[in-house]
């Protein structure tokens, strides 16, 4: 079962960046688990593969990143695990 407290639902990723200038940013690990807060001690809401777009609501967390996962809900993922990027799918 999945661990969506705290979660938001936005829609797609595209969708999120939408009238927004929010940059996208690339999942270059072969996997990554996406978590429900900034660090490996917040349980993972989902996992995905490498070239998944992400959309990045806020990268002021250090290692950790805001994104918009696949499923449209709010995830964090770690900084080094992505390639940022302006350019869509």
């Known amino acids: 079962m999945r661990d969506t407290e705290g979660v938001s639902d ?6 999120a960046a939408q009238g927004n200038d929010l940059p996208l940013a690339k999942v270059s690990a072969p996997r990554l688990n996406l978590r429900a807060g900034p660090g490996t001690n917040h349980a993972p809401i989902m ?3 490498s070239g998944t777009i ?3 609501e806020d990268d002021s967390q250090g290692t ?3 994104v918009v996962a696949p499923n449209g809900a ?3 993922a770690q900084r080094d695990q992505l390639t940022f990027t302006n350019e869509e799918k």
């Open 10 to 15: 936005l829609g797609t990723p595209e969708i």
């Open 47 to 49: 996992t995905v593969s």
């Open 54 to 56: 992400l959309v990045v």
């Open 64 to 66: 950790w990143v805001r």
């Open 74 to 76: 709010r995830a964090y």
